[in-house]
């Protein structure tokens, strides 16, 4: 087979700025310990986030260019909500300034004490949202998804049997929402099946239960339909993402992820009522039902971009290049989650690091060692991001200590990510020298973003 190459020629760059081991040591110690306390300027290659940081392309710009930014009824909306119904089915389209927003308003309708939001697995806004309104979240993983090093199609299904069982437990009443995140982001991006949106649907459907997509990679998730569940290999891809999407009865999404924007997200749906509750609260939170927290010339953005991933040459590539950095580390001997995911490759920190214990944050340790050596910046999702404590003030860790290397879409080259691969494996040839961490100051929400940590001597 032929080398897969980048879809695209680079018509606008932006300089990388390098900087030494040791400047590195100062300021990863000045952070303390933290990536999201790092200046962008001071990171090399940055796989924090797929979150915003995508290359728009030429016609995006343009896009913008012709943003309508009139307060109410502007083109820019119509085409924006125009868009939307088209790939999803869905009606009614309320814009966002980003997803965790559409998340805000929905939980603050749906939510609420007693209540169970069950999932495959919340990403940590979605969750953060549920709690916040006093609800509790429930991820319903497949069995699958919780062995990193063994690889299978769908590793973000969600336990179809463990949901018949919980909801005979607590009662449809008590569950006002299903949500399956596409991919799954925090389980490692890993795809979710037709047929077990399908399974999932039909249990809603008995409960009179509500199911919602969290929508932010569904162009990689179909994408992981055509190429791996048998019956969709001939189907394009925008006629299974409008399958997928008509199993649901709502939807919220950031356009910062699968819409290549670098702001901006929707909630959609079929039902007036819940519709006209959320335009409620999106007045008084986000703005007028017609821009929602965004800028006529972002609703143009966002527009053109979930039409531009839906492009099958766009999404081979991306899926091959994730897939690509993650066969150089299998090859190394580095443990990876596998297969791939669909926008990060995550390394399984329990494992790379098995002489620092859970208590000592492995994931958040290994996030600095690579920054250390290479400067690259990625993120823990593990216990420092969903650890909780219990009654006496331990550690109840999560169920994975995973680092999250996320590759913005169109930003590097295959020779900035033979370079972090590089990176990793030097960091895992020399792994006996990094040290645990602990917490020396912590926020009670998402702690992940502003925790400060130190290394334990
Ligand atoms: C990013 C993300 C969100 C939240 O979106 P923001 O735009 O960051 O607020 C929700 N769910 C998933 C799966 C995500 O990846």
């Not at 303390?32 to 995508?54: A, C, E, K, M, Q």
Request: net charge negative.
């Amino acid at each position: 087979m032929r080398t897969i190459i980048e879809p695209f020629r680079i018509k606008s760059v932006e300089p990388i700025y390098f900087n030494t081991k040791e400047e590195r040591q100062y300021i990863l110690e000045t952070a303390d310990y933290n990536p999201f306390l790092i200046h962008s300027t001071d990171v090399i290659i940055d796989l924090l986030t797929d979150s915003g940081t995508s290359a728009m392309s030429s016609n995006q710009w343009a896009g913008i260019m012709q943003g309508d930014e009139s307060y109410a009824g502007s083109p820019s909306f119509f085409r924006f909500q125009e868009t939307i119904q088209q790939i999803t089915g869905m009606p009614l389209v309320i814009p966002t300034h980003q997803g965790r927003a559409s998340e805000k308003i929905l939980f603050s309708i749906l939510g609420g004490k007693g209540k169970y939001i069950v999932s495959n697995t919340l990403f940590d806004t979605t969750r953060a949202n549920i709690e916040f309104s006093g609800a509790e979240g429930v991820d319903l993983l497949c069995k699958e998804g919780k062995h990193p090093s063994i690889p299978a199609p769908f590793k973000g299904n969600m336990d179809v049997e463990a949901l018949k069982n919980f909801v005979a437990e607590k009662g449809a009443e008590n569950i006002p929402l299903c949500m399956i995140t596409v991919t799954n982001n925090s389980g490692g991006g890993q795809p979710v099946s037709m047929q077990n949106i399908k399974d999932v649907k039909e249990i809603c459907v008995a409960n009179g239960i509500p199911l919602f997509i969290d929508a932010c990679r569904f162009a990689e998730n179909s994408y992981f339909i055509k190429t791996r569940e048998k019956g969709y290999e001939n189907v394009s891809v925008r006629e299974i993402a409008k399958e997928l999407f008509s199993y649901a009865d709502g939807c919220t999404m950031s356009a910062k992820k699968d819409a290549f924007a670098n702001i901006g997200g929707f909630l959609a749906m079929y039902n007036e009522d819940l519709a006209l509750q959320c335009r409620n609260l999106l007045v008084i939170t986000e703005g007028f039902p017609t821009y929602g927290g965004l800028a006529g010339r972002d609703l143009e953005a966002i527009a053109i971009g979930l039409n531009e991933v839906l492009d099958e040459n766009y999404l081979q590539y991306r899926i091959r290049s994730i897939e690509y950095l993650a066969n150089k580390l299998i090859e190394a001997g580095v443990p990876i989650m596998q297969p791939a995911g669909g926008h990060a490759v995550y390394l399984d920190a329990k494992e790379f690091l098995s002489h620092i214990p859970v208590e000592q944050y492995p994931g958040q340790a290994l996030v600095g060692a690579l920054y250390l050596e290479g400067g690259i910046r990625s993120v823990e999702i593990g216990s420092l991001m969903f650890g909780k404590y219990d009654n006496d003030g331990n550690l109840i860790p999560a169920a994975l200590e995973l680092v999250r290397l996320a590759i913005p879409r169109r930003v590097y080259t295959q020779s900035h990510i033979d370079y972090v691969a590089e990176i990793i494996i030097e960091v895992f040839k020399n792994k006996t020298a990094i040290k645990g961490l602990k917490i020396i100051e912590e926020a009670q929400m998402l702690r992940h973003f502003t925790a400060k940590l130190k290394p334990i001597q």
